[in-house]
């Protein structure tokens, strides 16, 4: 593919339902990222893949936040039991692992409001 | 925990006038990037800085990490309506995970 996609784009949702987000990264990028952005905001780290390892999930709100990568590749975010304060643009970034080369590719993200 | 700052918050321009916005960080830091984000679009990569007083260009476009890498800062010359968007500054302390600032968001009025 030609860049990260994600989806669905949008997701609404009653509050208590549970979400999943996908994930599609670059071919080839072993690195993941998981990013919340709320309006008006910069992206906050949620947690970050390398290859199918989590090596990072430090900013994950609550234990409700749950994220997976089972095989190195897509990638997916679960929200249980949505509360309203998770309402938020969810993003997606990958990127190689070459030396100092970080660039980080971002996906469009998923627009998720919980009603 | 680190912490990244931007200033301003917003500003807007006339076309053609200079822009400047400032990035802080609380840490060290070992690399920093900024990116920009259109409206209701999604971060895009600009640069990469990763040592102390690198001044890089692009363009239009001049970024410089501070000595201390500590503080970044990004100056376009002559803006251009195609230049609107929030700019963002992101920090890594071991450059994996980043951290980001709020932006700033530029306005460039015709």
């Known amino acids: 593919g030609a860049g990260v996609s994600q989806s669905p784009r949008y997701k609404v949702a009653k509050r208590g339902q549970d979400v999943a987000l996908r994930c599609d990264p670059i071919?080839?990028?072993?690195?993941l990222f998981w990013y919340q952005q709320a309006l008006g905001q910069g992206p906050e780290f949620l947690t970050y893949f390398q290859n199918e390892a989590q090596l990072d999930k430090s900013g994950l709100p609550s234990d409700r936040f749950f994220a997976e990568r089972p095989e190195g590749s897509v990638s997916t975010l679960k929200i249980q039991r949505t509360q309203q304060e998770d309402s938020a643009v969810y993003l997606c970034?990958?990127?190689?692992?070459?030396?100092?080369?970080?660039?980080?590719?971002f996906g469009p993200g998923t627009r998720l409001t919980v009603l | 925990g680190q912490q990244v700052m931007q200033i301003p918050q917003y500003q807007h321009v006339q076309e053609g006038e200079d822009f400047t916005t400032y990035c802080n960080s609380s840490?060290?830091?070992?690399?920093i990037q900024w990116y920009k984000q259109r409206p209701g679009g999604h971060p895009v990569f600009l640069i990469q800085l990763v040592k102390s007083g690198e001044v890089k260009k692009q363009k239009r476009l001049t970024f410089q990490f501070g000595e201390a890498k500590k503080n970044s800062s990004l100056h376009i010359t002559a803006t251009q309506t195609t230049d609107v968007g929030t700019y963002f500054c992101?920090?890594?302390?071991?450059?994996?995970?980043?951290?980001f600032g709020p932006g700033t968001r530029l306005s460039v009025l015709p």
């Open positions: 840490t060290t830091l070992s690399n």
């Open positions: 071919s080839g990028h072993v690195s």
């Open positions: 992101a920090g890594s302390r071991y450059g994996q995970n980043f951290v």
């Open positions: 970034a990958s990127r190689t692992l070459r030396g100092f080369d970080n660039e980080q590719f």
